[in-house]
Nanobody
Framework: QVQLVDSGGGLVQAGGSLRLSCAAS????????MGWFRQAPGKEREFVAA????????YYADFVKGRFTISRDNAKNTAYLQMNSLKPEDTAVYYC???????????????????WGQGTQVTVSS
């Protein structure tokens, strides 16, 4: 059984950077797709980025392209989200998630992901 623990959130000024980490336990981590989602108060959870099992393909929401980078280290069972040029509208709780049924393609829907981290708060001040 895979369990996820995400961390790395905090308070940062606009234009700053943060790196989120998602530590996974369980042998299935390296074969599944990893994704990052976010949820702001009063809004639905939305797709941010995803990466295939080998790290060969990455996918991003349009609003983070060029600013965020998703990566993974299967030897460390950890996925990352490097966030640069942060904006106040990036403020949200960020969640990592694992889709254990896919390896080579990704889903943009939160409902397709099997396991979730507890979330880490990112606050960007103007």
């Amino acid at each position: 059984q895979v369990q996820l623990v995400d961390s790395g959130g905090g308070l940062v000024q606009a234009g700053g950077s943060l790196r989120l980490s998602c530590a996974a336990s369980g042998r299935a981590f390296s074969s599944g797709v990893m994704g990052w989602f976010r949820q702001a108060p009063g809004k639905e959870r939305e797709f941010v980025a995803a990466i295939t099992w080998s790290g060969g393909r990455t996918y991003y929401a349009d609003f983070v392209k060029g600013r965020f980078t998703i990566s993974r280290d299967n030897a460390k069972n950890t996925a990352y989200l490097q966030m640069n040029s942060l904006k106040p509208e990036d403020t949200a709780v960020y969640y990592c998630a694992a889709d254990l049924h896919r390896s080579y393609s990704i889903s943009y829907s939160p409902g397709q992901y099997d396991v979730w981290g507890q979330g880490t708060q990112v606050t960007v001040s103007s």
